[in-house]
Structures are given as C-alpha cells and as structure tokens.
C-alpha cells in the first residue's frame, strides 16, 4: 500500500517575477519556471515515484507545470484532474498590482496583515482561511480517497492552496501556517497511515 501524495508549487510565474498579487489571473511560467517545474519532474523520477493520478487547478501555470513533471517522469497521460478548489487564493482588488504600488496605496502595515493574517481578506478577495474553506472539503472527498485506497497521487496547485493542504495534514494553527513558505518546484511527499494521519514527511529540495 502505497498511499504517497506528493504536493508541489506551480514554477515561477512571469508575475512572481514582477513582484505583482496574481490569485486568480493567469500569467504563464517565466523559463526559469519551466525549469523548476522539469527539475521537480526529475527529482520524482530519480526517487522511483511512478503515479496513478494528477490533480492540479484551474489556472495554467499549475496546469504548464503538471505538464512539464510528467513529461519528466515519462508520463505525459497520466489520468487528471482539474478543479477549481485548487485554484489559488483570489486577492480580490490586489490582483494584479505590484505589491510596493499596494504598500504606497494602502500603506505597509496594512498589505502586511492582508497577505499574512490567516482570516482577514483584502477587499474583494479570499483570506487563507477562505481558501481552506474550499481546499479541505475537496481534498477530504476527492483527494484523500484516492491516496488512502493505496495510490500515489500528485498535486500540483499554489503557494496558499497548498499552504491549507499543509497546515491540514501537519496540524497547525492559523498563525503557525501563516509563516510557512511553500517554495516553487519543490515536491512536497507525504505517506499517510491508514487513519490518514501523516506517517512520514519529505521535503524533496535539491
């Protein structure tokens, strides 16, 4: 019985690369992106990991970088599936402003607690919380089934979808979470025992 979830970030994006709140816009992967997204395909490969089944959002970054990983592995049709529960969190008015144009507009303190309190949402948008609001039952339905029924299954999403999927199944609290960077390209494997408690935890970097 396998029951392995690997979870990894999208590559960088051309927006991370410019410093701008992206949620749910949907710029592409910058080619160092491309890269991160084929060496995390790599790492997988060289562990042994061979998948039964992909789930990744609805935004083609996360979707470009599923594409390159399983190209990488070998295994470009690898059942997947899409959803938007997956997506990452909508910052609402932020999106696509540069993050020091939001400082000058709002002031720093208060950009400060929209990206890094856990339950206050910038104006329009979703808070972490909001986030895990649509994270955890999808992944308790759709996900979790698939890895405890003994399959390998790979998540490729966003620095806060995943960042709720963690704080889940490491057992943090909002402000524990809230502090926990997600770094791009590094697969994230998990084994879990048959209750679905974590057995084991790799951070697969370098």
């Known amino acids: 019985m396998s029951r392995t979830l690997v979870l990894v970030r999208h590559g960088q994006s051309e927006w991370n690369l410019k410093n701008l709140f992206t949620g749910w816009k949907d710029p592409d992967l910058t080619e160092k ?93 979703e808070s972490l919380k909001d986030t895990g609001a649509r994270v955890w039952p999808y992944y308790i339905h759709d996900i979790q089934p698939k890895v405890l029924g003994g399959g ?27 502090g926990q960077e997600i770094a791009t390209g590094v697969p994230i494997l998990y084994r879990l025992n048959a209750d679905s408690t974590v057995a084991e935890k790799v951070v697969m970097e370098g």
């Open 152 to 178: 390998t299954v790979l998540v490729v999403a966003h620095g806060n979808s995943l960042r709720a999927l963690v704080m889940a199944l490491d057992g943090l609290s909002g402000e524990e979470i809230v």
């Open 33 to 125: 992106g491309v890269e991160e997204a084929k060496d995390a395909g790599r790492s997988l490969k060289e562990a042994g990991l061979i998948f039964d089944l992909a789930f990744t959002s609805e935004l083609s970054r996360a979707q470009r970088t599923l594409a390159l990983m399983l190209d990488e592995l070998g295994a470009p049709s690898l059942p997947t599936i899409r959803n938007i529960a997956l997506n990452e969190r909508d910052y609402g008015d932020l999106s696509g402003l540069n993050k020091d144009d939001a400082r000058k507009k709002w002031g720093e303190e208060q950009v400060h607690v929209w990206r890094r309190s856990y339950d206050v949402p910038p104006p329009g948008g």
